[in-house]
């Protein structure tokens, strides 16, 4: 993440709270997109497999983004997917990505890969799928991140993670 980036991101992220606009919407995942695309080009194939995953997070921002404007979602649902978003606008998380870079979006997308598989208790899978605009299905990328999350982000941070779920 250049330093540009940072500071834009720093700046959305302490603006007033409220609903995040479509534009705003927008604007973080065309930044995050280019960044991780950038990061990646200059790692070549050492980043494969995380490359993977790295490139989901985008698309699973914008999902959680749509699902909280979507009308058949209820509230206690938006709430929690609303803390997803947070995770992903806050700079200073638990693997910041202003410090490390593009990498830092791996527990964004751990946290709301955990957010959605919750959510599916209780909410229609189609309304995922209608929103999902990822390559592979929902329910296959929420699968694979899950099962990959030890992986990506270590048993710790994935405890933390199991921890704020309960």
């Known amino acids: 993440m250049s330093e540009h980036d940072f500071e834009e991101t720093m700046r959305e992220s302490t603006e007033a709270t409220g609903p995040v ?16 695309r950038r990061y990646l080009d200059g790692k070549g194939s050492v980043a494969e497999k995380t490359g993977e995953y790295l490139m989901l997070a985008p698309d699973v921002f914008v999902l959680l983004w749509r699902l909280i404007n979507d009308s058949r979602v209820s509230a206690k649902n938006k709430v929690m997917l609303g803390s997803g978003l947070a995770y992903y606008l806050f700079p200073l998380d638990i693997m910041p990505e202003g410090l490390i870079g593009p990498l830092g979006y791996i527990d964004d997308l751990v946290f709301a890969t955990y957010l959605l598989n919750k959510m599916l208790t209780d909410t229609d899978v189609a309304i995922l799928r209608e929103h999902w605009s990822g390559r592979e299905d929902v329910l296959a990328t929420i699968r694979n991140v899950l099962q990959a999350a030890e992986k990506l982000v270590g048993g710790d941070i994935l405890g933390k993670f199991k921890k704020m779920m309960k």
């Not at 973080?28 to 280019?34: I, K, Q, V």
């Open 21 to 36: 606009s479509r534009e705003r919407a927008n604007r973080f995942y065309d930044r995050m997109r280019d960044s991780i």
